[in-house]
């Protein structure tokens, strides 16, 4: 950039040293980057002048050092570029310049429970058997339950929350704070999704569940009649709690003809094959927003099914979907 309008931005930010760079960069029509550059070298060096570059050297690339580089990251590809770089004592930009030229992309590693030997071994077998007994032999609809605990104050769910204004702080308090109880009340929520989109009706309680509530509520009540009502054959596949494989709730599914997933074909400890947890993330979210509290069992009842219209049949196959598809590449990974 000509020394001119460097100097023209320097002199504008002494004559007006209240204004911020966007003001100059605004009033001098010049790019707001280019402004904060000029202002930035100022404060540093106190000058506007461009540092005179590092001599670097061109066309050679040092083929020992990139050899090197890629073996490092071979043997561990956890290491990030500036890590290399300061074992080799290279350049950041050189390092990314040799993983760039190798065609390697940086991935953010996935979360994943930490199980215990044992518990990843039941959770390798049951997911074998799932996939190959029970997944690729079914073509139907497949229906996941679950519960969940919601706070009654919708504010107090986890969460950020923001605000507009010109200064921190300066809204009232129900804005600026988030005032969270340690013992907040909490209700339970529960529902079922199904891989065609549908839901089954939810049912909301201050009770903690049972096998009898359970049986009663949301098998008799929601489940049965929403497998009746389908068009095609739904394959229940309940949550892993204790509740939903008791021997009373397991006498019923076979009494009434439920098609449901075995417990030893239930792999526990999966939640990127339980969606309905990313469910309860968006309609949690969306309760949030609201900013609002139930007072009871009905209220919650009511935002619930509310919000949940906004979660459309789209919307749950799209989180349905490719269930299969995740078990078949959870038992190849676990293969490998
Ligand atoms: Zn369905």
């Known amino acids: 950039m000509e020394d001119r309008r460097r100097k023209l931005i320097l002199h504008t930010h002494v004559d007006n040293p209240t204004w911020s760079g966007a003001k100059i960069a605004k009033q001098l029509d010049i790019a707001k ?5 000029v202002l930035r070298r100022f404060r540093e060096r106190n000058s506007v002048d461009r540092a005179v570059q590092k001599k670097r050297r061109s066309g050679t690339y040092d083929r020992q050092l990139n050899w090197k580089v890629l073996r490092t990251v071979r043997a561990n590809p956890g290491l990030s570029e500036h890590d ?8 950041r930009s050189t390092v990314r310049r ?9 991935y953010k590693a996935i979360k994943q429970p930490n199980r215990t030997m044992k518990q990843s071994l039941v959770t ?3 997911a ?3 996939y190959y007994q029970v997944l690729t032999k079914y073509h139907g609809c497949l229906l996941q339950d679950d519960e969940t605990y919601v706070k009654m104050d919708f504010g107090q769910l986890p969460g950020q929350k923001f605000y507009l204004s010109t200064a921190r702080g300066d809204v009232p308090a129900k804005f600026k704070f988030m005032f969270m109880d340690k013992f907040a009340k909490k209700m339970m929520v529960w529902q079922g999704i199904c891989t065609c989109g549908a839901k089954t009706p939810v049912f909301i309680t201050t009770k903690t569940m049972d096998s009898k509530l359970y ?20 394959k229940f596949w309940p949550d892993l709690a204790s509740c939903h494989y008791s021997r009373e709730v397991l006498q019923w599914y076979r009494d009434n003809g439920v098609d449901f997933i075995e417990k030893e074909f239930n792999p526990p400890n999966c939640p990127q094959f339980r969606p309905i947890e990313k469910y309860w993330a968006i309609m949690k979210r969306k309760l949030k927003k609201t900013g609002k509290m139930a007072r009871d069992a009905a209220g919650m009842t009511r935002f619930w099914k509310k919000l949940a219209t906004e979660v459309d049949t789209a919307a749950v196959q799209r989180l349905m979907g490719g269930i299969t598809r995740k078990v078949r590449s959870f038992i190849r990974n676990e293969e490998k």
């Open 33 to 37: 980057t280019t402004v904060c550059d």
């Open 84 to 91: 290399i770089a300061q074992k080799y004592g290279a350049a």
């Open 98 to 106: 040799i993983i760039h030229r190798a065609g390697l992309h940086s």
């Open 124 to 126: 390798k077998t049951r």
């Open 128 to 130: 074998r058997k799932l």
């Open 215 to 234: 049986k009663e509520e949301c098998l008799k009540e929601r489940v049965l009649p929403f497998i009746k009502a389908h068009n095609g054959p739904v």
